[in-house]
């Protein structure tokens, strides 16, 4: 099942802890949409994660058909001294995000280009020649999906959004208990952001697969809330196995 398969009539609101609720119908069939623009930033991302993880080699999984824009995932391999792939996309910032009316105008340039990125350990069954096995291949279609959702639905990703995968939280994968994402900030510095030559700010997002009561403990105290403990207790390279940081987490979130 993927993300947003269950996701039926649009609707807004907010959660107790001050986030935006969007519900998004399935979209008619327009078709195959050509993208209009392919690799825009594409090369300043590159230089980007060459500059923060030298000496890598990469690969790149090209996407062979598009729609609305062309999402590719850069895969750079483990080294001896840190021993972890980086996974990063491209061509989410092909198009600007259709950013809501209730961000204020002066902030709404650095808010609506993005590139999302995640770290698996190095032991992750990925191979140089071959597409990998589709018990490995989750996060790549999360990242994917994710890369394309704003574009796809006319809307907009960011720090603190949280995507169930469904109303019911169905694993996104039936060997891990994740059921959905998060959107964290790459912090200050040169993961959290590239100010471009063209002189637009493109965001980077390290995305997070979520527990259930991760979402929903974020959904009841805010992003602010989660991330302290994210901070505290969250490995940065993803652990298909770690434990469930909000586990006591019992409250039923009703919107």
């Known amino acids: ?9 649009k609707k807004k609101g907010v959660t107790p802890g001050g986030s935006p609720i969007y519900r998004y119908e399935e979209r008619k069939d327009e078709g195959l949409r050509t993208p209009e623009n392919v690799g825009v930033y594409a090369r300043e991302v590159d230089q980007r994660f060459e500059e923060l993880f030298p ?20 895969v750079m391999w483990p080294t001896q001294e840190q021993n972890f792939f980086v996974l990063y996309t491209t061509g989410m910032s092909d198009m600007p995000m259709n950013l809501p009316d209730e961000i204020p105008a002066k902030d709404r340039e650095r808010f609506k280009l993005s590139e999302l990125y995640l770290f698996l350990p190095g032991d992750w069954p990925l191979c140089q020649d071959e ?5 490995s291949y989750w996060p790549i279609r999360m990242l994917k999906f994710l890369a394309r959702f704003p574009h796809e639905y006319k809307t907009w990703l960011g720090w603190g959004h949280t995507i169930p995968n469904g109303p019911g939280y169905a694993p996104l994968d039936d060997s891990v208990g994740f059921g959905g ?5 790459g912090g200050d510095g040169p993961l959290g952001s590239i100010e471009t030559k063209d002189g637009h700010r493109l965001n980077l997002y390290n995305l997070i697969p979520a527990y259930k009561e991760e979402i929903e403990y ?3 105290y805010g992003m602010e809330a989660l991330e302290e403990i994210f901070k505290e207790k969250l490995p940065m390279i993803l652990d298909p196995k770690r434990p469930n940081l909000c586990e006591d987490f019992k409250e039923v979130f009703d919107d």
């Open 1 to 9: 099942m993927g993300f947003l398969d269950k996701f039926l009539g």
């Open 55 to 74: 000496g890598r080699e990469s690969r790149v999984l090209h996407e062979i058909l598009s729609d609305i824009v062309h999402i590719d995932v850069h």
């Open 131 to 135: 597409m990998p096995p589709e018990e």
């Open 181 to 185: 994402a998060v959107l964290v900030r």
């Open 218 to 220: 974020k959904l009841k």
